[in-house]
Every structure is written in C-alpha cells, then in structure tokens.
C-alpha cells in the first residue's frame, strides 16, 4: 500500500510562487517515476509533471517555463515549485506514485485574482 502525503499549498495572488511537497511512503522510493496532477472543480484530473528515479522531468505544456519538479531519494520527497502562478492553477494537486492507483488527499492552491 502506496501512502501519499501532500502539502505546500494555500492561497497566494496573481503572479505568486509556492512550494508544494509529497512525502512517499514506499520502499525503493529511489526507483519509482512520480507525477504530480491537479484537479480542478468540474474538471478532470490532468497530469501536471511527471519525474523518472533518475530525476529526468516531464511538463505538461501549461507547467513548462513556470513550474519545476524534484525529487530527494533520500527523503522519499518530491517537491513541486510553481511559480509565476495564475488564477486558473487553481486546483487540487496530487502526487502519485505512476504505476499506482493509490492517491493522497491532496493540496489545495488558490490563485487569487
């Protein structure tokens, strides 16, 4: 059982910046890919950026340029910096463990306008 811890979020303005961070309760962490997804209210979820055990990232197109994932292998941490944040970041976010079915409850971002 894949236990997901989330957390960083809050409510930040236009422009704002935040650290969201996922603690993974798994052995091997070290050679899992990870994905960090958010879900918006009446929307799907969608993945955000993804990240190999060798730390090689993958961004969705809306996350280049303003957001970066990393990983501490020795922490079982991976941590999401968003910044340049917008109103329509406004989300839920999960980690996941990408071979998983399992979910954490989740960090909420709000982007005030």
């Known amino acids: 059982q894949v236990q997901l811890v989330e957390s960083g979020g809050g409510l930040v303005q236009i422009g704002g910046s935040l650290r969201l961070s996922c603690h993974v309760s798994?052995?091997?962490?070290?050679?899992?890919?990870m994905g960090w997804f958010r879900q918006a209210p009446g929307n799907q979820r969608e993945l955000v950026a993804s990240?190999?055990?060798?730390?090689?990232?993958n961004y969705s197109n809306f996350a280049r340029d303003r957001f970066t994932i990393s990983r501490d292998n020795a922490l079982n941490m991976v941590y999401l910096e968003m910044n340049g944040l917008k109103p329509e970041d406004t989300a839920g976010y999960y980690c996941?463990?990408?071979?998983?079915?399992?979910w954490g409850q989740g960090t909420q971002v709000t982007v005030s306008s």
């Open positions: 996941k463990v990408t071979w998983s079915d399992s």
């Open positions: 798994i052995s091997a962490f070290s050679t899992e890919a």
């Open positions: 990240i190999t055990g060798g730390s090689w990232p």
